[in-house]
């Protein structure tokens, strides 16, 4: 189980992003994807377990040094700064004991060999196009497992710049390969984010307007399901509570100031004390002071 005490990071693919917005949203302890957005299971691995940078992997390119191991939102002009920057990313992934991995492609991109998790834009002839295997994905696995929970899933979004042939074939091997990854290593979980958008909610309304990625209301009918799996009745109940206090917070009066308004904001006020004994919800009643004076 998952509660608010969990301290937990999501790793991988954009759906990370997802389901760690939404675990964040309703104020668990998440780090969401701190080490930017990646796509093949073995660069995620790699990144996950890495202490240091490796040197190889830093290139200049237009005036900014970026790291072929790391998504493009890290960049700098000054080698050292990105350097220390990754490095704090790195140990910041180390401090949480619960790991949310979503895999997004068995497609990768080789440089000088070594498979990279982000291209930076580079010409494509610098890079050689493989596709992963199922060995090596539960191998790569293997040298990063730890034994923090772990809870693998499957990125429903599509790759289509590999063709819609290319990309089934690409879930199909990190589908097979999750599986053997729970055989191989007892206590390793799976969420069915892939089968609940494909075979649970299958229809394009349920799709943004690109018809790749899930719409807000897929993502909210997947962390419903995720909550039930993961969360006991009392942390569901702290949801709604939650839920309940943030839509007021949220709210815009249409005559802030008024005498009602504020007998409206200390109601709310009320209910957020009732809640900082079990969310971190300091800021929020510090805001709310701020605006009942």
Request: with cysteine; net charge neutral; glycine share 6%.
């Amino acid at each position: 189980m998952i509660d608010h005490r969990s301290r937990i990071v999501t790793a991988g693919s954009c759906f990370a992003d997802n389901i760690g917005q939404k675990l964040s949203e309703s104020k668990f302890n998440a780090l969401v994807n701190p080490l930017g957005t990646v796509y093949n299971p073995v660069s995620i691995h790699k990144n996950l377990m890495l202490n240091e940078p490796e040197e190889k992997s830093f290139i200049e390119s237009q005036g900014l040094w970026k790291n072929f191991d790391f998504h493009s939102k890290f960049a700098d002009g000054d080698k050292e700064v990105l350097r220390e920057s990754l490095r704090k990313g790195l140990a910041n992934v180390r401090e949480f004991d619960v790991m949310m991995i979503t895999y997004g492609t068995a497609w990768v991109y080789k440089y000088q060999n070594d498979i990279v998790a982000n291209c930076h834009k580079r010409p494509a002839k610098e890079f050689e196009k493989e596709l992963l295997s199922v060995e090596q994905i539960v191998g790569s696995f293997g040298k990063f497992h730890t034994n923090k929970k772990i809870i693998l899933t499957l990125s429903p979004v599509r790759h289509i710049k590999d063709t819609l042939e290319l990309n089934s074939v690409s879930k199909s091997i990190l589908r097979t390969a999750i599986y053997e990854i729970q055989k191989s290593f007892p206590g390793v979980e799976y969420f069915p984010a892939y089968e609940i958008m494909m075979d649970d909610l299958r229809d394009y309304r349920f799709y943004e307007k690109d018809m790749l990625h899930p719409s807000q209301v897929a993502i909210d009918y997947i962390w419903e399901k995720f909550g039930e799996r993961y969360f006991s009745e009392e942390t569901r109940e702290l949801n709604k509570r939650w839920e309940k206090v943030s839509r007021s917070l949220a709210h815009r009066a249409f005559q802030p100031g008024t005498g009602k308004h504020k007998e409206f904001l200390k109601g709310v006020l009320k209910e957020l004390e009732g809640l900082k004994g079990e969310l971190d919800v300091s800021e929020e009643i510090r805001d709310l002071e701020a605006r009942i004076i």
